[in-house]
């Protein structure tokens, strides 16, 4: 069994070795997966909003 080494007393390889045996990794990225305040104003998402409905409603009068 081996006796306990106290991190700092470590050399800085066997340190490195321990820090990767840690570390894990992720299956998808956190930092990418934010959800997005609703309060914020985005203009993308209105100007979008805007060209579906008028498109449709044009279509709509068009054909009648």
């Given at each position: 069994m081996a006796r306990f080494v106290p991190k700092g007393k470590m050399s800085k390889k066997a340190q490195k070795e321990l820090n990767r045996q840690r570390?894990?990794?992720w299956e998808f990225s956190p930092v990418t997966k934010t959800v997005e305040s609703k309060k914020l104003?985005?203009?993308?998402?209105?100007a979008c909003?805007?060209?579906e409905d008028y498109g449709?409603?044009?279509?709509?009068?068009a054909a009648a």
């Open positions: 570390r894990v990794t104003y985005n203009r993308r998402k209105n909003d805007r060209r449709t409603s044009v279509f709509y009068f």
